[in-house]
């Protein structure tokens, strides 16, 4: 509202100045007469525009009849009143042009103001809507930073109770490390103990194959010492087993002399075995093993005299089915 009517105004002042330059430039197309008031005063304030001398007898010199003092004063009128209303028109004239321009410099500066205003209504209303968008954003802010300082002190405590949770749980871990390693100790001596009571098993076992060795041994040699039935046969058989020159580089190395090598050398197994077991196994020896990978030094020895013994044993039976398939054939040794 308040607006509508500052425009209406500027309108209004705006017409009526437009009708003041028209008032004056009519007036200025008016009769060239004056008043004797006016005139007196336009001479008072003109004395500078009358009529020279040299005018005026230019006037009196002009040819025709001689005027009369009355007729020049006429004359003189009448020139200073021609001059007179010239001046007020030209005057007029100016004040009308001051007047027009002075009305289109105001109706330009109405529109100016009035665009201003419109532009500058505009940018206030942009700036007031983005201050009130920077007031929210300020709002919002605000509470954002109040959210994070209190995430901030939540996580503050969280973060001591996992420290404290954290110093706990070490010393909790600390403690089963040692129990764990305790058990495992305990753990690795009943695997010793257990390890160890299996050694009068495997001497045991050791006692009764070296009986066996000994009988089945002795009924081998006797064999051999007699007449088999195929001889070359067994040989070739037997040297699959005991391989090719075991004594000595000859290839007539007999039968007798291969089993004598290999009776040699289970007798010094025998003896290394023996030897084992004299040792006793100590749980500090044990501790330094690994208990999944580890074996008693006397079984490892039991197994070695074993792999000689199972050789011995396969050509005893080599034989033994030689003679059984030719009983008749066989001759002992008397």
């Known amino acids: 509202m308040n607006k509508t009517f500052r425009l209406k105004v500027l309108a209004f002042c705006i017409l009526i100045s437009i009708f003041l330059a028209g008032l004056n430039v009519n007036a200025a197309t008016e009769s060239d007469f004056v008043t004797n008031d006016q005139l007196q005063n336009s001479l008072e304030k003109l004395k500078m525009d009358m009529a020279t001398k040299e005018e005026l007898q ?11 003092k009355e007729e020049i004063t006429q004359q003189l009128i009448e020139t200073q009143k021609s001059r007179i209303a010239i001046l007020e028109g030209n005057i007029n004239a100016l004040l009308s042009l001051l007047a027009v321009i002075v009305a289109g410099l105001t109706l330009f500066g109405g529109i100016f103001v009035w665009i201003s205003k419109k532009t500058f209504s505009s940018k206030v209303e942009e700036v007031e809507l983005r201050l009130n968008e920077m007031k929210q954003l300020h709002d919002e802010t605000l509470t954002k930073i109040e959210t994070v300082r209190e995430l901030n002190s939540n996580l503050n405590v969280a973060t001591r109770e996992v420290q404290d949770l954290h110093i706990s749980l070490n010393k909790n871990r600390s403690a089963f490390e040692n129990e764990v390693e305790r058990i495992n100790q305990l753990w690795n001596y009943a695997r010793f103990v257990e390890l160890k009571a299996t050694r009068p098993e495997i001497i045991r076992i050791f006692e009764n194959n070296v009986k066996e060795s000994i009988k ?5 040699e006797c064999w051999l010492k007699g007449t088999l039935p195929s001889y070359r046969n067994a040989l070739v058989m ?8 075991v004594i000595k580089y000859d290839p007539d190395e007999t039968i007798l002399e291969k089993l004598s090598y290999f009776t040699e050398t289970l007798k010094e197994n025998e003896d290394d075995f023996w030897k084992e077991a004299a040792i006793s196994l100590e749980s500090e020896d044990y501790e330094d093993k690994d208990p999944d990978n580890f074996e008693d030094p006397l079984s490892e020895a039991l197994l070695e005299w074993q792999s000689i013994y199972m050789r011995i044993e396969k050509v005893h039976g080599i034989i033994a089915a030689q003679i059984k398939m030719n009983p008749d054939k066989f001759i002992p040794k008397t």
Do not use: R
């Open 216 to 220: 089945l041994i002795s009924e081998l």
């Open 58 to 68: 230019t006037m009196v010199q002009q040819p025709g009849d001689t005027l009369t």
């Open 238 to 245: 037997v040297t699959k087993v005991f391989g090719e020159n």
